[in-house]
């Protein structure tokens, strides 16, 4: 499966082959939150207190405890910015201070960690944050002491795909914007300013659903780190809260239905795709997760055309083109099959599963001679990783 989140995507849950690959498996993808998303609605900045109000506006429903001001800063904050800034002769050299003294010992002196959203109070406590995390407090404390400071949605510019365990993260990132006297600069603490040629600045109730929809993505990492059970409906609640707040927030309805996935409501988990789908068609994780829902279920030639649909959007993911290459084998077809193992061995050399599968295909077309070549790299993979 394949999570979505904020660079700081989320998916997960291995679902067994239908052929009796023991081999192979399909990892569900996980989008992360807090640096990935969709924006919404006219106005883009909120002072805490009309935060609340319309955050309150879009989800009656939710309880006074999940609803967060995530740019919120503390009035001791707030006097050590000003202190920072004083003195400073422009807004230019005011945000300059400021964006710098997050990092500075002299300053905040927080150190960058990726899996780790946090409120604020809560970051400048423990010394460290993710990029929504760091963003935040740069945003709000920018506000307090009068710059304009807004999110920014850079997940077009800096993406990550990689697997963790059972789960393919999709990461996105998130960033901030300042305007001064010299036009918009970009606050990016985890030096990627030179990957940007445009941005998307996306308003702060999007940044509150990337909030939710990583923390969701961050139970499962912290209990797989514990090597304890995984709170399922735990996670569910922080997706559903980010779905509360932001209807369309295509990530959160694709990480829902990897958690519906894991909790065995597979008729959920197929609704909240088609959900995600709907709401963004480019949507290529939800697409792939789909495709895995359907080789569980037996229809692999619904499978096979969600797979090319997934691919369509993003080509170069080494999971989708092994997984569109075990339901080919499945079908007998062995010369695309060969094809998307090589597809995805070139997108990355180290993965076994595609190498393993394509020595099968091999030994199954008389190609002896090629399927020992492969049996042998895979050998030197794993003498390497010991």
């Keep these: 499966m394949m999570f979505p989140r904020i660079h700081c995507a989320v998916g997960g849950g291995a679902v067994s082959s239908t052929s009796g690959l023991t081999a192979a498996t399909l990892v569900a993808l996980l989008a992360a939150a807090g640096c990935a998303g969709t924006g919404s609605g006219a106005r883009i900045a909120y002072s805490p207190e009309a935060f609340i109000l319309a955050a309150r506006a879009r989800a009656p429903e939710m309880s006074a405890d999940d609803l967060v001001v995530p740019f919120r800063v503390t009035p001791e904050m707030v006097a050590r910015a000003r202190d920072i800034t004083a003195g400073a002769r422009s807004d230019w050299a005011k945000a300059e201070r400021l964006m710098k003294s997050l990092t500075d010992e002299d300053g905040f002196g927080l150190v960058y960690d990726s899996v780790a959203t946090s409120l604020p109070e809560v970051t400048v406590e423990r010394g460290y944050g993710n990029c929504l995390a760091l963003t935040s407090i740069f945003i709000g404390l920018a506000r307090e002491i009068g710059l304009t400071a807004y999110y920014v949605d850079a997940s077009n510019r800096v993406n ?25 600069t970009l606050v990016d603490y985890d030096g990627h300013v030179s990957n940007y040629r445009t941005f998307k600045i996306i ?7 990337h909030y939710y929809n990583n923390l969701g993505f961050e139970m499962i990492f912290a209990a797989q780190e514990a090597d304890e059970t995984v709170p399922w409906k735990q996670i569910e609640h922080q997706f559903e809260l980010a779905t509360m707040v932001l209807p369309d927030f295509t990530l ?24 995600a789908i709907e709401k963004d068609p480019e949507s290529d994780a939800a697409y792939h997760n789909l495709g895995n829902l359907q080789v569980r279920k037996g229809d692999l030639i619904a499978a096979l055309a969600s797979y090319d649909k997934a691919l369509e959007l993003r080509r170069r993911n080494p999971y989708l083109q092994y997984h569109r290459g075990l339901v080919q084998y499945q079908l007998d077809d062995l010369d695309a099959a060969e094809e998307s193992f090589k597809k995805a061995i070139e997108l990355e050399r180290d993965y076994l599963e595609p190498r393993n599968l394509l020595a099968r295909v091999y030994y199954e077309q008389g190609r002896v001679e090629d399927a020992e070549r492969v049996r042998a790299a895979v050998q030197r993979i794993l003498a390497g990783r010991r």
């Design 203 to 209: 308003d702060d109730i999007t940044a509150l659903a």
């Design 160 to 184: 990550d795909l990689r697997r963790e365990q059972e789960i393919i993260v999709d990461s996105g990132h998130i960033a901030g914007v300042v305007r001064t006297e010299k036009g918009y």
């Design 252 to 275: 959160a309805y694709n990480n829902l239905g990897v958690v519906y996935t894991r909790l065995g409501d597979l008729d959920a988990a197929a609704a909240a795709y088609r959900t």
